[in-house]
């Protein structure tokens, strides 16, 4: 990957083969039909485990937000379609429909429940922040980089529920940016401190580093200030209760806030000694406490990351071990871990990438090639679900569709980027190509320059094609030159960009082709 720092002061870098092919499978994926979720079906039938749809939709979000940052930020009508088609199907009833009765509670996360709550549709008015903080993340995300508003208007995020043969009728709860960040923050500032319940009972510190990143990315977006002080308030209470934000060694780390019991649950000893909790928030947590996490790492890495024979895998025995257990002897105390789905290597994959371990993230990616069956589809890459828990092939469909995409996409510090150097209006002002035919033309860089840009774009095929492009937010009635670097050598023209800073150029795409508009001197 080729670095340049760009006119705004960006590292930007190209994208390679696979790469792309990952991006191309999110890109399917989000294309499929409604309903149809083909290569995305977890092994829980009921999407409340960690597999679940929402899971898998929020991190292709969160990697294309990535890309869009840090590899095409002069190219944006491809991802920013697609970061649309991933919100559409977060708001989809197949999603969130296991709300209405999870939300009537359950002996796993209350040992002290007698007798179930009456619940609710809704899926975001109330405890149940392992959705509502994704989605809320992945609107903050959508407008921090194209701010285009399409969900600040009243109902633009409106839950429909139409079961057809149960119920009084169809049932909306209409949504929008702004009530959907109110909402949440409701619940933070009600709460005990320690933050949002994601389902009866039960607060857990990963689900709610998604709600914080996106009540951050609404403060950003509108000039509030709804974060700041959930974030002091999250990490007093935390400290207070559990070892969370204490140094290392300091005792087990915490899973879960039990609310009814006031009791925080911990990785637990002998049962669980992969270091899970880490893995899951670390890439999160990162963003705002990067010391801390960074301080955790070094444990994380002895006690999960094994040695393959192509790389780095991780350790599986003890979720194996419970799941036979859970087989022999099923139990509400006891839950099976392949029905949650266990998605260690991809999660540890992600914190590697964002902590810029090469080494880990490296053997992590080769040992997934080697063992888990990479698979090539309509242009697309991705890692097909293995429900052999007892072997290095196993896989999630959270991991085969998102995290190994993640860990191959981000670079170091590329989450925190999002968050902590988010778009303003000198990027979003800046100039952008439109108008390339995808598949057929793939975009694998895309620079601002001063007042230009320069782009790569790579075949899909091997039939040759021309196209019109379009490059918009130039300066008005201004002489550029353009030049085109291709295998058939060198070509430089100067045009004329129209009233509205606007040039429309063609191109033959043939192999690798280099384009660099700038203003003439």
Known sequence: MNNNVTATGRRVLSLDSKQLGHIRHII??????????????????????????RYQLAYMAYSLAVVQQQYLPAYRELLKETFQRLIEKMMRHDVWGYWELTSKGSKVMDPDLEELIEGWVDPVVGKNVMYSGHLLMMV???????RDGRYNNEGSLTFMCRPPFRGLGPQDFPYDFHKLAE?????????????????????????????????????????TNRSEKLFKQFKKAWGEKSTLFKPVGNGQLPVFYAVRQDEVITEAGEDNKEAASVVSWGPMLHIWEPEYVESLYPQVIQEVR?????????????????????????????????????????????????????????????????AMNPTWKEGGLFYPRCDDLKTESYVTCVTGNALIAATRLVTKNGLSDLLNRPWGKKELEAPTINGIPYPEALVSR???????????????????????????GLAPSCRFTVTTNSDRGEETQEVQSDVSGNLTLKAILDGKLSIRVEAVA
């Open 306 to 370: 094994v040695k393959t024979e192509a790389g780095f895998g991780v350790s599986l025995e003890q979720f194996h071990r419970t799941h036979l257990q859970y087989q022999e002897k099923p139990s509400m105390d006891l839950v099976d871990p392949m029905m949650l789905g266990v998605h260690t290597h991809g999660m540890l994959g992600l914190l590697a990438a964002e902590m810029g371990d090469e080494e880990t993230k490296a053997g992590l990616l080769a040992h997934a090639d080697n």
């Open 28 to 53: 399917r994926l989000s294309k499929q039909a409604p309903g149809d979720w083909s290569d995305m079906g977890p092994f829980d039938p009921t999407n409340e485990g960690d597999d679940a749809y």
């Open 446 to 472: 895309a620079v601002h320059l001063q007042g230009g840009i320069e782009f790569e774009v790579v075949p899909s095929g091997i039939e040759a094609i021309s196209f019109d492009y379009l490059v918009a």
């Open 183 to 223: 909402v949440i923050e409701a619940q933070f500032s009600a709460s005990h401190g320690m933050g949002c319940e994601c389902e009866p009972n039960g607060v857990f510190v990963y689900c709610n580093q998604f709600a914080l990143m996106g009540l951050k990315l609404y403060d950003h977006v509108f000039g």
């Open 140 to 146: 903050g995300l959508y407008e921090m980089l194209y």
